[in-house]
């Protein structure tokens, strides 16, 4: 069974640019979610899907972050502009159910300059 | 809300010793309990979870957890760690009511020594 791809994984651009990550879940997999990791911390949940729906985006910053989940599989997150306070590491993890493990992908390694 | 912390930000240890990765949790909701790894430069692998049932709680690679209610408390312990068992472990624990939101700790490196 594969597991959550993420591209790509590692991705340098100038401020003020645009930036988008790519994410494909688990197959079956209804819940995805992005997650910002800064270094030397963990995780910090960024939005959830159920499918194509967005149940939780409480702390994406929606000025400059959006995110879409279009046919409830593939989700793609983007920042535009890009600021230098957004270097860090982007996760996507998916779950079979909201109340199950997740299972996350190796992670996109963004670095704003 | 809740919160977890790992009260170690670093751990170092020799190989073949014994391990303890501390976790304290506050939640005013029962919760799930999980414990990841993560590698350098990789995602993070679920190590092994509590959901309801017995208190001790095996996983892979060796690991086991202890769900302690009365004091908040979810320990990660290994009886012999090896020298690929350095890595980053995180704590984390979900509601099982209503958003189901997971909060992560801020992780414990954890070096193994020759």
């Known amino acids: 069974e594969a597991g959550v791809v993420q591209s790509p994984r590692y991705k340098i651009i100038e401020k003020k640019q645009p930036v988008a990550f790519w994410c494909n879940p688990i197959?079956?997999?209804?819940?995805l979610y992005w997650y910002l990791q800064n270094l030397g911390q963990g995780p910090e949940l960024l939005i959830r899907?159920?499918?194509?729906?967005?149940?939780?985006d409480s702390q994406l910053p929606k000025d400059r972050f959006s995110a879409e989940r279009l046919k409830g599989v593939d989700s793609t997150l983007k920042i535009q502009p890009a600021e230098l306070g957004d270097s860090a590491v982007y996760l996507c993890a998916s779950s079979s159910q909201v109340n199950t493990e997740a299972f996350f992908g190796q992670g996109t390694r963004l670095t704003v300059v | 809300a809740q919160s977890v912390t790992q009260l170690d930000s670093q751990v170092p240890v020799f190989e073949e010793a014994p391990v303890e990765l501390r976790c304290n949790y506050s939640?005013?909701?029962?919760?799930?309990l999980f414990w990841y790894v993560q590698y350098p430069n990789q995602g993070l692998q679920l190590l092994l979870k509590y959901l309801s049932g017995s208190t001790l709680v095996k996983g892979i690679n060796g690991f086991e957890a202890e769900f302690n209610k009365s004091q908040t408390s979810f320990h990660l312990r290994k009886p012999s760690v090896h020298i690929s068992d350095t890595a980053e472990y995180f704590c984390?624990?979900?509601?099982?009511?209503?958003?189901?939101?997971?909060?992560f700790g801020a992780g414990t490196r954890l070096f193994v020594k020759a």
């Open positions: 984390a624990v979900r509601s099982n009511t209503g958003g189901f939101k997971t909060i």
């Open positions: 939640s005013s909701v029962s919760v799930y």
């Open positions: 899907y159920e499918n194509e729906e967005a149940v939780d």
């Open positions: 197959s079956g997999h209804n819940t």
